[in-house]
Nanobody, 120 residues
């Protein structure tokens, strides 16, 4: 089970921090990541954190977003700074039971319920 928190309404240029906790699975060597979906658009990768520590960001997130992970808590976080209106959407936490992180959302196994981020 994935439980997300931290979304909300923020003005452009502001910051938000998303959190995601993965329960029911003790092994921590899996891929965890963040995706987002804007209205009328497909779900897209934002950032991923692989089981061996490899981090990847979408071009739109580079330099503004930071993904971190706490393996002891089996949690992943997304610090979002310098937010833009185009960052608005529903953000989802996802897990793939493999150390490698794919790009396609359909390759992920577990999904959170989503948390809304609105940048005005």
């Amino acid at each position: 089970q994935l439980v997300e928190s931290g979304g909300g309404l923020v003005q452009a240029g502001g910051s938000l921090r998303l959190s995601c906790a993965f329960s029911g699975y003790t092994y921590s060597g899996h891929c965890m990541g963040w995706f987002r979906q804007a209205p009328g658009k497909e779900r897209e990768r934002v950032a991923t954190y692989g089981g061996y520590g490899r981090i990847n960001y979408a071009d739109s997130a580079k330099g503004r977003f930071t993904i971190t992970r706490d393996k002891d808590k089996n949690a992943v976080y997304l610090q979002m700074d310098s937010l833009k209106i185009s960052d608005t959407g529903t953000y989802y936490c996802a897990v793939r039971l493999n150390s490698g992180c794919p790009i396609r959302p359909e390759d992920f196994t577990y999904w959170g319920q989503g948390t809304q981020v609105t940048v005005s």
